[in-house]
């Protein structure tokens, strides 16, 4: 009954910047965990970037310095600001929760992905 569902993915040209979203909707007691990954073609799923319920952050290197994740826990939702956009960027972004639909329940939830492309 949980669904998240992603936006903000876009054809942008080396260095340009992209938002991308992630909004919750259904059934939601409280969320735990969320984190940004992406998949090129070929190549296996990789973190991007991790936020827990208190707004830690952790970043995985390729992102250090240039991506920023951060959540509205009111709007159940969450962000990956994106800057100096490398060719290397290139994949589909999914997002990722741990949603915690009542007391007794936890569900590991998958957004469908949205496309970035960084070429010039």
């Known amino acids: 009954q949980v669904q998240l569902v992603e936006s903000g993915g876009a054809l942008v040209q080396p260095g340009e910047s992209l938002r991308l979203s992630c909004a919750a909707s259904g059934r939601i007691f409280l969320i735990n965990d969320m984190g940004w990954y992406r998949q090129a073609p070929g190549k296996e799923r990789e973190l991007v970037a991790h936020i827990a319920s208190d707004s830690t952050t952790d970043y995985a290197g390729s992102a250090k310095g240039r991506f920023t994740i951060s959540r509205d826990n009111a709007k159940n939702t969450l962000y990956l600001q994106m800057d100096k956009l490398k060719p290397e960027d290139t994949a589909v972004y999914y997002c990722?929760?741990?949603?915690?639909?009542?007391?007794?329940?936890?569900?590991?939830?998958w957004g469908q992905g949205t496309i970035v492309t960084v070429s010039s």
């Open positions: 990722n929760a741990t949603v915690i639909p009542s007391i007794e329940a936890r569900l590991d939830v």
